[in-house]
């Protein structure tokens, strides 16, 4: 007989006790390789089930309101963006509008949490390879453990498990390409080595030579909107004429908005550093000390473009070295944007 637990919670929000039936495992079922959980929150029920077919994992969660159903299907590391979606907006007690997006398997997922006059909820949603989309809306619910708790509390049941299966099964010889590989030839790595995440390993001293170089650098910031067609060339020489400096000025562009400064001596930098900002013709530009957070995504943040492909590398480890253990960690290297080898785009 399935095994089953359901979550009832009142109108005012107050659920009852976990309830399972004799013989509870927390683990897949090992004949049929099925798990299935359910949970009521106001006036909708949600239904988890997890398969196994040919030793992959999928995961489904249902929303049914009103005999009209809707349903999510993804895999393990969707679950566990989901997880720490859920989580976060569990802790960050601030209202407003929250988004999160990946891909996994060529389908776009987004976690989304806003607020209507029912109060917080949370849509989940994924768009496949044919452009459809498909949403459910879990709603926050009232004190006590509500829908976004007890759905966490539920899918935490499974990553555990999940992580242990996929590591198991991990390939033991990755498959990588030969150099001078072709673009064709790199893809078709990728895909039959199947994998979505990649582990480096960086040295001590590559990592120290970039941290020694960055430790005198500064963060340029500005008002990007009201500025149009900036010259980082020229408001280069301008703030070198402006400090008188001696020693060479490099800048690399870090962002909308954003410009690392690389000064040859740290003495120039300090002193720069005090001025805490600098006019630009009309425009006024902040100065900030570098840290290993500038030029990383924030957690939840949405980017229209990027320049890079790994989103949010920090620069410390910016390095052609570094790039290249990445590239044949992702199925084979090929080469890195002019631009970037030479810092003018990071």
Not at 115 to 121: P, R
Not at 142 to 169: D, H, P, S
Request: hydrophobic share 35%.
């Amino acid at each position: 007989m399935e095994e089953r637990e359901r979550v009832r919670v009142s109108k005012g929000g107050d659920p009852a006790d976990l309830c399972a039936s004799d013989g509870e495992n927390s683990g897949l079922d090992a004949r049929t390789s099925r798990w299935k959980r359910s949970f009521e929150v106001e006036s909708k029920t949600f239904e988890i089930e997890v398969e196994r077919k040919k030793g992959k994992m999928q995961v489904f969660i249902e929303e049914r309101k009103r005999g009209v159903s809707s349903w999510i299907k993804m895999g393990p590391e969707s679950l566990g963006f989901v997880v720490e979606g859920l989580a976060l907006c569990i802790e960050d007690t601030r209202t407003g509008r929250w988004v999160r997006k990946w891909r996994e398997r060529g389908r776009s997922f987004s976690l989304l949490r806003d607020e209507n006059k029912g109060g917080s909820f949370i849509r989940l949603g994924v768009e496949d390879l044919e452009k459809k989309r498909f949403n459910i809306f879990i709603p926050k619910g009232n004190e006590g453990k509500g829908g976004w708790i007890v759905m966490l509390e539920i899918l935490k049941a499974l990553v555990g498990a999940t992580k242990r299966k996929e590591f198991q099964k991990e390939e033991k010889m990755p498959v990588a390409p030969c150099a001078g590989s072709s673009y064709a030839e790199v893809v078709k790595g990728q895909k039959r080595n199947g994998r979505s995440v990649a582990r480096i390993e960086v040295s001590h001293k590559d990592l120290c030579q970039n941290l020694n170089r960055l430790d005198q650098c500064i963060v340029g910031c500005w008002d990007s909107k009201s500025v149009k067609g900036e010259d980082l060339r020229r408001w280069g020489n301008q703030m070198a004429r402006s400090w008188g400096l001696r020693g060479n000025l490099g800048l690399a562009k870090l962002e909308r908005g954003k410009v690392l400064l690389e000064f040859e001596m740290r003495a120039e930098a300090e002193k720069a550093l005090k001025m805490e900002g600098i006019l630009i013709g009309k425009t006024m530009m902040r100065l900030e000390k570098w840290n290993p957070r500038s030029g990383c995504l924030l957690e939840g943040e949405e980017k229209s473009e990027a320049w890079v492909r790994i989103v949010g590398l920090p620069i410390s480890l910016w390095n052609r070295d570094i790039f290249r253990k990445v590239g044949e960690k992702c199925g084979g290297f090929l080469a890195i944007d002019s631009q970037t080898e030479k810092l003018e785009e990071l």
